[in-house]
């Protein structure tokens, strides 16, 4: 354990840069911010390269054990590290530097895969609860096409509630992935507000792979030509539309009762 005390340490301008997708990608190194996150790091057994508490205020009491399972980690920090370092004036009492997680294109393509794609989802806020949410219903996996906001932004990660150490995140190329996917037999669905066909009476129980656009966008064209079937949740009331993460949510919810059903 050290301390780093001066935001003019090699060390916390290392950690702040990270804040940067440029340098996320040149280090491979991303950030997550607070007790939660730490602990799912730690429970999930990512790649922790340095836990960082706030020195003034100590190491949160739910975080005591790491004081002997990762010393060599623990590092003590100056509030102005730790507000440079997480870019927020209210600073949370930790923050853990970790390793990306090498790609795991296997668990696309698993026997009766459930995998969301995402095509140009932008905002973090969303992203992270779709990745949430896959994470809730047991898919085996999430896919950020090109477009997408960063899936290692800070925004992005601490929406995911911890969610992101819990299944595979695959940023590619949807149009060679989803090619690929067909090949295999899987069904690509894709959310469209001007399909006929209800997510209901739609065939979740075998292999497919849902696709979700931005609300503003929708999905491309490119990518809605390789799919083999549009669907639309049926809205009842005035509302045109539902937030594209609460649209994942009630058909990935959809999908789990009618395999859960099919067992």
Known sequence: ?????????????????????????????????????????????????????????????????????????????????????????????????????????????????????????????????????????????VILGRGCVDMYNPKTVRSTMGSIFHLPIVEGDLEELLPRAKERGIRLAATSLQSAVSCYDCDWTGPTWLILGSESDGISAKVLALSDQSVIIPIRGRAESLNVAMAATVILYEALRQRECNQ
Request: hydrophobic fraction near 45%; glycine fraction near 8%; proline fraction near 6%.
């Open 1 to 141: 354990m050290y301390d780093v005390m001066s935001v003019q340490n090699a060390r916390a301008k290392a950690w702040a840069s990270l804040l940067d997708k440029k340098y996320r990608d040149r280090s491979g190194s991303f950030l997550i911010e607070g007790i939660h996150l730490v602990q799912e790091a730690v429970s999930s057994g990512a790649a922790i390269e340095a836990i960082v508490y706030d020195g003034e205020r100590g190491l949160p009491k739910e975080l005591a054990t790491l004081h002997t399972d990762y010393a060599e980690l623990l590092v003590s920090a100056s509030p102005p590290v730790m507000a440079k370092c997480t870019g927020t004036e209210s600073p949370p009492p930790v923050f853990a530097v970790v390793k990306k997680p090498p790609a795991d294109e296997a668990a696309l393509f698993r026997e009766r895969s459930l995998v969301v794609v995402l095509d140009g989802v932008r905002d973090p806020g969303n992203a992270g609860t779709i990745i949430r949410s896959a994470d809730a219903v047991g898919a085996d996996a």
